[in-house]
């Protein structure tokens, strides 16, 4: 099954606005990552957080992390139509960190 | 240029047919999966290798055979192919996971199985 799991399943915002996507997981984790996907391309990383850590900041993009609810949001601050694509979490457990599990994305749209 | 290289980028089989997709990497990645990725379902794992001659199996491996013979490279056999492995398919790299590496991904194989 999958280790985690976005919300929301689709989101359609104005350019300009944040884009705020959350993802829940079940088990401990050494680190959670966040890819893009471009509509028929394959993924690209975005972002990693580590376990121990509780925000971090890349260009546009923050990500916190609360371990304490299983928890992570990304958040895209003003939005640009380039930044429409599919947007994953991933999850590498604690102890288990050589692989890695995708939850099932939320798909982005920016409308000009 | 570095990075994931899968071919072929489309294949069409016939069920009961066998292939192998490839997927080679440039970086000197220890880290390598595949994963498959259908509509409404995210990527899933199908098997994965943290080094040469390390392989293991993922969420969905039932179906699938993979090899890693050198750290280059690790190919993905479909043993019979059925109309349910119709996807698309990914390979992917990593330096090291466990430290905190992100994957870097080839741009994908679509098969369809008639």
């Known amino acids: 099954s999958q280790q985690g799991e976005e919300d929301p399943q689709a989101l359609s915002i104005q350019e300009g606005e944040n884009a705020t996507m959350n993802c829940s997981y079940k088990?401990?984790?050494?680190?959670l990552q966040w890819y893009r996907q471009n509509s028929g391309r394959g993924l690209v990383h975005l972002i990693l957080i580590r376990s121990n850590e509780r925000e971090k900041h890349s260009g546009r993009l923050r990500v916190t992390l609360d371990t304490s609810k299983k928890s992570s949001s990304l958040l895209i601050t003003a939005s640009r139509a380039a930044d429409t694509a599919s947007y994953f979490c991933a999850t590498a457990k604690e102890g288990g960190a050589q692989k890695l599990v995708f939850g099932q994305g939320t798909r982005l749209t920016i409308n000009p | 240029n570095a990075g994931v290289t899968q071919t072929p980028k489309f294949q069409v089989l016939k069920t009961g047919q066998s292939m192998t997709l490839q997927c080679a990497q440039d970086m000197n990645h220890e880290y390598m999966s595949w994963y498959r990725q259908d509509p409404g379902m995210g990527l899933r794992l199908i098997h994965y290798s943290v080094g040469a001659g390390i392989t293991d199996q993922g969420e969905v491996p039932n179906g699938y055979n993979v090899s890693r013979s050198t750290t280059e490279d690790f190919p993905l056999r479909l043993l019979s192919a059925a109309p349910s492995q119709t996807s698309v398919y990914f390979c992917?790299?990593?330096?090291?996971?466990?430290?905190?590496?992100?994957?870097?991904f080839g741009s994908g194989t679509r098969l369809t199985v008639v």
């Open positions: 992917a790299s990593s330096y090291d996971l466990g430290r905190g590496y992100g994957y870097t």
């Open positions: 088990t401990s984790i050494n680190n």
